[in-house]
């Protein structure tokens, strides 16, 4: 067993369909997870028996795509799967024969052409854009989520299971054993984790895995948000990645460190450049802080995500860089050479992780191309400035709620073409139906407020 698990974390690069048959064969896999993610960012699957496996490998499992959020009218619904052999994961636990295993999917038409409204396909055209330009991004996130008793009722409820802070040694609890858990699922799955803590709130945690090429990152995203969640089932938790689910309490970020590549070296490293970085380096930060305001709805997609990106709980609300200072949108960490990256710390972990890295590498390469200035890094506490210093050095404010962002999303051209006229359209209808709803909702904090006094 041993050596088909060393076969199960190969690079499966270049697979081919007689290899994943061979391999589900090995590990006893009976069920086969044909999974995508809709346009907001949500997993979906279609789940199949191993009779049905060589079907599926040759990419001919239909599905009704009417039925997902924002993907086509029911007059043109179905849609074929057509597997990334390389993804196939088996997983760990269960009944050793009858194993489930694991393929992500690119989301094709019957004619056999992709599907403008595959999230996959959008970031897949931003990395072919920036490879047509000799670069390759790697990326890393950083998702942080919330464990919770669940109600009485068994629905959700934002009762923490502990008290502990960041990087608290032991808070004793449910949590810090499901977080060792769902360590253990993910390195059995080929994840390299390097670090588990526990982050600011209660009940927070955070698990970094290694930074890959952006579509092997946005995968493991995908498939990290799963692992999460069924693991903290198991141990009678809930976990969510709503951004600020608690008043009061930091709220949950998705801190996306990037960089290029090229021939192999790090495009953003010039010992002998500013800071040591290079104009690409400069250049990419500029294109990040242009685009900013345009790609938040997609890197911040929620209404609540808004409650998340205000003063005072550490995320950003500045659009401005620094070497070392948090308060800015971008942070540049201190290592150079090959880790020499830059860390957007807007993004949530609600975000869509195709999307969200589909539209800052666009917002990057922007700035490459068009060789965007990346001003004067801010090294002050931002929070701490007066308007008309933020004025003066030309630190602009993230959008203040889901419906500005999408304001700003409508009129950014290189963000709508990056997503495509399809995705645009139908995350923004989406967005601007939820914000209506929440618009028009009646909260406790008005009860509260006016129902007495007025």
């Known amino acids: ?49 191993s009779s049905q496996f060589s079907k ?39 009944d050793p024969q009858n194993r489930v295993g694991r393929l992500i999917c690119d989301i094709m038409m019957p004619e056999g052409q992709p599907f403008d409204g595959d999230p996959r396909a959008a970031l897949r055209r931003q990395v072919a854009k920036a490879a047509k330009l000799g670069y390759t991004m790697n990326a890393g996130m950083e998702a942080e989520f919330f464990l919770f008793r669940p109600a009485a009722d068994g629905g959700p ?20 054993e499901a977080r060792r858990a769902i360590v253990d699922v993910l390195e059995q799955m080929g994840f390299e984790v390097e670090a588990a803590h526990h982050e600011v709130a209660h009940g927070q945690h955070e698990i970094d895995f290694r930074y890959a090429d952006a579509m092997t990152t946005a995968d493991n995203i995908a498939t990290f948000r799963f692992v999460v ?100 949108l971008i942070r540049v960490p201190a290592r150079r050479g090959t880790g020499t990256r830059v860390e957007l710390r807007s993004p949530d972990p609600s975000a869509n992780p195709y999307l969200a890295l589909a539209v800052m590498l666009a917002a990057g390469i ?21 308007h008309r210093e933020k004025r003066r050095l030309r630190i602009d404010d993230l959008p203040h709620d889901l419906n500005e962002a999408c304001d700003e999303l409508e009129k950014d051209d290189v963000m709508t073409a990056a997503l495509g006229e399809h995705i645009s359209s139908h995350f923004l209808a989406a967005k601007r139906q939820e914000w209506r709803e929440y618009i028009t909702q009646v909260s406790a904090w008005e009860l509260e407020h006016y129902l007495a006094k007025y």
């Not at 060789?371 to 890094?377: H, L, Y």
Request: hydrophobic share 40%; aromatic share 8%.
């Open 1 to 49: 067993m041993a050596g088909q698990s060393r076969s199960l974390l190969a690079d499966l690069t270049g697979a081919s369909k007689k290899d994943i048959l061979k391999l589900a064969e090995a590990h006893d896999v009976r069920f086969l997870r044909l999974t995508f993610t809709d346009i907001l960012g949500v997993n979906k699957n279609v789940e199949i028996p």
């Open 56 to 94: 599926a490998l040759d990419g001919d499992i239909m599905f009704d795509g009417s039925s997902i959020e924002g993907f086509v009218r029911i007059e043109e619904s179905d849609m074929l799967l057509t597997p990334d052999l390389s993804t196939f994961k088996v997983f760990p636990g269960g």
């Open 157 to 176: 409820a934002t009762t923490t299971h502990d008290v502990g802070g960041y990087f608290d040694l032991a808070p004793m609890d449910l949590g810090e």
């Open 229 to 328: 969640k069924d693991v903290a089932q198991k141990f009678g938790l809930v976990a969510s990645f709503m951004p600020k689910p608690i008043f009061g309490q930091n709220g949950s970020g998705m801190h996306t460190h990037q960089s290029l590549f090229r021939d192999g070296r790090n495009a953003f490293f010039d010992p002998k450049g500013e800071f040591e970085l290079s104009k690409i380096a400069q250049q990419y930060i500029g294109g990040l802080l242009t685009h900013a305001r345009g790609m938040c709805a997609i890197t911040n997609p929620l209404v609540n995500s808004y409650k998340r990106l205000v003063p005072g709980y550490e995320a950003p609300v500045n659009v401005a860089w620094s070497m070392r200072n948090r308060s800015p």
């Open 366 to 386: 922007d700035g490459v191309v068009s060789k965007a200035s990346s001003r004067e890094p801010v090294e002050t506490n931002i929070w701490e400035m007066s």
